[in-house]
């Protein structure tokens, strides 16, 4: 059996800087910052005291009062996205066969905004304070049951967690699923509300965020000499992934072809990327003979580009390595310059990036780029959106544990290739095969 | 094309013994893991019993300056990953680090370390705080640990899907070898739950057992006095092969992966599925893709609560699916002995899969004194039986609709 194209159809977002898609993908155009003051607590004594909240989020209508106030937040915004994702994608599960509707979120932290106010409580073990089954609240399993159970959806439901590339690997595997025949369609997403003093404090202790406090709108700046750490961000994103032939028989709108997805690790260092980014560059590869393309076709790469010194260094090699001279041709853009870095989301919100690029041929800047750093030589887009012409794209995530995860995405319909017609269903594999 | 996917390599670390020896002798002759918690006073608890791992030794696998980094979850996965690797006989120096990957299954990440840590920034001060904390408490971690101590640069992946993780994540390490994305995988599961707000709150909610003064009585599945679950402890991994991999460097194959299939029932966050049709359907989807049939299976290497709810669920859908099958196959369930240490739960019911292959043994169930007559199945009693096994379904379902199981089968 011939493996199934899988493609893009619905998106949902819950970001700082805008919820919904066109509030998301506006925002990332104008560069409009949502990097601030900590509000959810007294940030007084850390270190770091700035963050990109989501403000004025509501749960969507749609989940049912009973479970909101066991659910952690990072999970509402989970199930909120997904509900947008399946509306944009023009879906109703209570109208279809959901057996072979899957769900494969991300989440590199668990829910910590539920669970860590019950640690202290735990010190009086007799008598738990906490509430009637205060586990399924931030079980971390949950991000992807709360899903399932709310849409109704009777494919697998699986939480993927591997660091701040959570949300590319649930990707991933969603992907497997959906080409090897397991799934017709699957919701993939990641999502994260890490701003608690416990998470905060995790990365203060290992100097990985910016202090940049007098000034939060210019903290979260990759690729410029200047950066000093990422900037903690919540978030939730979800992508409606579907085979291409259901797609087609529900006369859908499809906005991109999933083409790859590379996955490799560092082996090196728990929080450190390798410096010699060789790793990076593989998962680059891989992910590029996955979706059987040549590397000159991918014109756009949204860059992990975390803020940290390191990051964007090795980053920028591991682009050099497996591009060769096509990486000065790329554009690279890095968009946690505006809503910093969501973690197990990251990577989603990378690929409904990616996704609108695609079909508006627009690539939002690099904000805050202002003094340029040798190491980082490429052209990141530098705090102005471009108009573009590009067919292929790549996203690139790096996660604790040395995790490179890459995609590629393709727009849709393909364009005409050299040699053969347009085509609205795009080559076949084998065809394809054989122009490489 | 795909890829045939073989067990080489088989590592536990459980209540009932540490390492795959002293595991599957423990369970053969029915000795019970299941005793009063030493690791944290819990006499205040309505619980105080646990499936605890008490004879593992962390400086045997981490130098004291490693050991403040890291979370009990990751010792004890990097201890039965160690175990496994030794058992394959991989040599690792002679493999290719990248088409090697791993994939754990975790359903409660670093909690005993998080907790720590909450107590220090509350108590002393954020200041205090180790900087070691992000990935002590992070799911990955293990992943982390272990792909740095072998060298592994393939697919690295972490599942959290409560009691189908560890089930899950050998799941996705056979798709991986199946679509030629690694050549080795190692998968499993690792659980440290054992803090006393974990406890005390399951405890304290009705869902453990407290039969505090007989431990070794309180893990019963399918018993009709079960009064509720027992936490443990622990991981279990296997080291998974391509078949022609394995062949090559002449490795010893416990069996083969042949199938999984995982579903949600979308029904309810707690109560079960009356009529069961997710595990019903796992079953029956991993055996077509097994190109097995019903009557093929010898043994269901079961998840067995000890709630009686729940285990009637799981016995009706065994029922259902074998119905008509013969005699039926054998079933029982290992947390009747080592307790349910959730996300690793998966991964030590399949070195149970693996091990009953090679030994040709029904593994016992403890403590069916009053099997509910409900259950329309072949229980395995007290004693281990001999026999052929040729198949082997495990099963794993939890909270929040998940359901997974894994076909294992000898190799033809």
């Known amino acids: ?27 990332l155009l104008e560069g409009k910052n949502a990097v601030g003051p900590i509000t959810r607590f007294d940030a007084s004594p850390y270190s770091t005291r700035i963050a990109a909240e989501v403000k004025d989020f509501q749960a969507h209508p749609k989940i049912p009062q009973e479970h909101l106030p066991h659910m952690d937040r990072a999970y509402q915004m989970g199930v909120t996205a997904a509900f947008q994702a399946v509306e944009d994608a023009g879906l109703d599960p209570s109208q279809a066969d959901v057996s072979r509707w899957g769900t494969y979120m991300g989440l590199a932290v668990a829910a910590v905004d539920s669970y860590e106010r019950d640690f202290q409580w735990g010190s009086e073990p007799g008598q738990p304070r906490v509430h009637k089954n205060w586990y399924h609240g931030w079980f971390p399993s949950a991000c992807s049951g709360y899903i399932s159970l709310i849409l109704g959806l009777r494919g697998t439901s699986q939480v993927v967690s591997t660091g701040c590339s959570s949300s590319i690997d649930a990707l991933g595997m969603a992907f497997t699923a959906i080409r090897g025949g397991w799934e017709d369609i699957a919701l993939a997403g990641g999502t994260e509300a890490p701003i608690t003093p416990l998470c905060l404090n995790s990365f203060c202790a290992m100097r990985a965020l910016s202090t940049r406090n007098e000034d939060p709108s210019h903290a979260s700046r990759p690729f410029d000499k200047n950066r000093d750490g990422f900037i903690l961000a919540e978030g939730g994103a979800v992508v409606v992934l579907e085979s291409l032939d259901h797609a087609v028989a529900r006369g859908a709108q499809i906005y991109a072809e999933l083409g790859g997805y590379g996955t490799t690790s560092n082996a090196y260092h728990m929080t450190a990327p390798d410096p010699c980014g060789d790793q990076t560059a593989r998962a680059f590869h891989l992910a590029m003979e996955d ?146 | 094309m795909t890829h045939r996917v073989v067990v080489t390599g088989v590592g536990v670390v459980a209540p009932n013994g540490v390492g795959k020896e002293a595991f599957w002798q423990a369970l053969i002759t029915g000795l019970s893991g299941v005793h009063s918690i030493r690791r944290f006073d819990p006499s205040r608890l309505a619980t105080r019993i646990a499936g605890e791992i008490s004879d593992l030794d962390p400086l045997n696998y981490f130098d004291p300056h490693e050991l403040k980094k890291v979370d009990r979850s990751n010792i004890l996965a990097v ?90 994540a050998i799941g996705m390490a056979y798709r991986m070898i199946r679509g030629g994305k690694a050549d080795v995988m190692l998968a499993g599961g690792t659980e440290a739950p054992l803090i006393p707000l974990f406890v005390g709150s399951l405890a304290r909610d009705g869902w453990l057992s407290r ?24 991981s279990g991994m296997l080291v998974l092969e391509e078949y022609a991999h394995a062949k090559t460097r002449g490795a010893r194959l416990y069996g083969e992966i042949s199938g999984y299939s995982s ?61 008509g099958a013969g005699e039926g196959p054998r079933v029982s369930a290992i ?33 069916l004194e009053d099997p509910h007559p409900d259950h329309p199945v072949r229980l395995v009693g007290r004693a281990a039986e001999e026999g052929k096994v040729n198949v082997v379904v495990q099963n794993s379902y939890c909270f929040m609709g998940k359901n997974s199981s894994l076909v294992f089968r000898r190799i033809v």
């Not at chain 1, 899988?6 to 800087?17: E, K, M, Q």
């Not at chain 2, 990248?98 to 998080?114: F, K, P, Q, T, W």
């Not at chain 2, 009953?356 to 043994?361: C, D, G, I």
């Open chain 2, 335 to 367: 947390s009747s002995w080592i307790g349910n240490s959730i996300g690793a739960m998966g991964g030590i019911q399949a070195a149970a899969s693996a091990l009953a292959l090679e030994h040709s043994v029904f593994p016992p169930q403890d403590n």
């Open chain 1, 1 to 27: 059996m011939s493996e199934r194209r899988v493609v893009i159809t619905g998106l949902g977002v819950v970001a700082p800087n805008g919820i919904g898609k066109d509030a998301f993908w506006k925002g």
């Open chain 2, 79 to 168: 201890a039965a990953s160690e175990d496994a690797i030794r058992d394959a006989g991989l040599d690792l120096a002679r493999e290719n680090g990248e088409r090697m990957g791993s994939s754990i299954g975790n359903a409660v990440c670093g909690i005993e370390y998080a907790q720590k840590e909450s107590e220090v920034i509350y108590g002393k001060g954020p200041r205090w705080g180790s900087p070691y904390l992000a990935i002590a408490f992070f799911p990955c971690g293990s992943n982390g640990l272990l792909s740095i101590r072998f060298k592994m640069k393939g697919p690295v992946l972490t599942f959290c899907n409560g009691n189908t993780s560890g089930t899950d």
């Open chain 2, 263 to 323: 579903v949600n029932s979308a029904f309810d966050i707690f109560t079960p599925e009356p009529d069961g049709l997710g595990i019903v359907r796992t079953m029956k989807e991993a055996l077509k893709e097994s190109q097995l049939t019903p009557q093929d299976v010898d043994w269901v290497n079961s998840q067995g609560f000890s709630i009686p709810a729940f285990d009637q669920m799981e016995t009706r859908c065994i029922g259902s699916v074998f119905a």
């Open chain 2, 211 to 234: 039969r505090n003064d007989a431990p070794e009585k309180a893990s019963r599945p399918f018993d009709r006095q079960a009064d509720g679950m027992v936490l443990g402890e622990g």
């Open chain 1, 291 to 436: 979706a059987r393309i040549p590397k000159e076709e991918i014109g756009v790469f949204f860059a992990h580009g975390s803020s940290t010194p390191l990051n964007e260094t090795v980053e920028t090699l591991a682009v050099k390595k497996a591009f060769g001279v096509h990486a000065r041709k790329m554009l690279l853009t890095g968009i946690k310059s505006t809503i910093g870095h969501t973690l197990g989301s990251a990577g989603i919100l990378q690929i409904i990036t990616g996704t609108l690029a695609l079909m508006h041929q627009k690539v939002p800047p690099t904000m805050n780029y202002e003094v340029p750093d040798p190491t980082c030589d490429l052209d990141c887009v530098p705090n102005v959106a471009r108009d573009a012409s590009f067919k292929a794209v790549m996203t690139n995530t790096a996660g604790f544990s040395g995790k490179n995860s890459a995609t590629v995405l393709l727009s849709f319909p393909p364009p005409i290739r050299e040699g053969g017609g347009a085509c609205s269903e795009g080559p076949s594999h084998e065809e394809t095969r054989l122009q490489h």
